[in-house]
């Protein structure tokens, strides 16, 4: 599954909610993790918002600890995606770019961090448009998590997400993915303190 080694163990039991957002954020991922043999045969997304160090990692690579061994999943990162693509057209590589797409837009779960960090070139929004498209159309679920402001221009809008993806793919994954926001103090920030103490 290519969960980061720190992520490794980390479970939906150990999950620190404390907050009712963070309550509601473990409720949503235990229920999908719970129930995804259902939201991989509607292809319900997931995406996770929040400022950095809050658990959306964390609750993401939980998912899919917690879904294995019966269903495979992938997490990488959105500038991985647009590498590991990239890779392809250079002429001894081993793999296609179609290749490539394929396994990527095939996994049952594929879990993307880091969206927004790349630079949003056309090239890029390319390829994750290509990548999520064809996410979208084979009902394949799909995890996206961003480190965006919160404030909301609209109750079911929150700020930049639009601007991040892309007209196209907004438009796709609002229409088949619950948007769960994280507020709240880093718990990397809170773990200094604790060991500064």
């Known amino acids: 599954a290519a969960i980061p080694a720190r992520f490794i163990g980390r479970t939906l039991a150990t999950f620190r909610a404390e907050t009712t957002e963070q309550k509601r954020a473990l409720a949503v991922a235990s229920e999908f993790a719970s129930n995804f043999a259902e939201h991989r045969r509607k292809g319900d997304s997931l995406i996770l918002l929040g400022a950095p160090g809050t658990g959306k990692s964390h609750l993401a690579a939980a998912i899919l600890q917690a879904i294995l061994p019966e269903h495979c999943g992938l997490y990488t ?74 404030k909301r221009e609209k109750d079911a809008e929150p700020a930049g997400l639009r601007e991040v993806l892309g007209e196209r793919i907004y438009d796709r994954l609002t229409e088949i993915a619950k948007i769960v926001t994280f507020e709240g103090e880093s718990y990397r920030a809170r773990a200094r303190k604790e060991a500064a103490a």
Do not use: K
């Open 77 to 150: 990162t959105c500038s991985g995606v647009i590498r590991t693509v990239r890779a392809t057209w250079r002429p001894n590589s081993e793999r296609t770019e179609s290749q490539v797409l394929h396994v990527l837009a095939t996994v049952p779960l594929l879990v993307i961090d880091e969206i927004g960090v790349q630079y949003g070139t056309d090239s890029e929004q390319n390829i994750l448009f290509d990548l999520l498209d064809r996410r979208y159309r084979e009902m394949m679920p799909t995890i996206l998590m961003a480190n965006l402001r919160l």
